[in-house]
Nanobody, 123 residues
Framework: QAQLVESGGGLVQAGGSLRLSCAASGRTSNIYSMAWFRQAPGKEREFVASLARSGDNTNYADSVKGRFTISRDNAEITLYLQMNSLKPEDTAVYYC????????????????WGQGTQVTVSS
């Protein structure tokens, strides 16, 4: 089935920006929603943002609204997360995920996952 690979993580200073990418390959025809989740050490994995296959119907966690933007590449099946005004509390491993559901933010609905990419925001 679908395989997801994240990239773009790294170390940035507070207030800076970073763009994450997620490349999908394999059987991607059954992907109807994609999302970003993140997990900090000792904490539960939390929802960040999601996007329907159409490119519309976006959803964001309250903690990132106005700062993060989720989008996709129409030429290739690639998901992006533009992160601006980064804060130390944004530090986490960020995961790309995909779901056969058309539009969802539910953790259980995402069955395809990437390996994660580390984002560290320094004070």
């Amino acid at each position: 089935q679908a395989q997801l690979v994240e990239s773009g993580g790294g170390l940035v200073q507070a207030g800076g920006s970073l763009r994450l990418s997620c490349a999908a390959s394999g059987r991607t025809s059954n992907i109807y929603s994609m999302a970003w989740f993140r997990q900090a050490p000792g904490k539960e994995r939390e929802f960040v943002a999601s996007l329907a296959r159409s490119g519309d119907n976006t959803n964001y966690a309250d903690s990132v609204k106005g700062r993060f933007t989720i989008s996709r590449d129409n030429a290739e099946i690639t998901l992006y997360l533009q992160m601006n005004s980064l804060k130390p509390e944004d530090t986490a491993v960020y995961y790309c995920a995909a779901s056969p559901a058309y539009s969802t933010t539910s953790y259980d609905a995402f069955v395809f996952w990437g390996q994660g990419t580390q984002v560290t925001v320094s004070s």
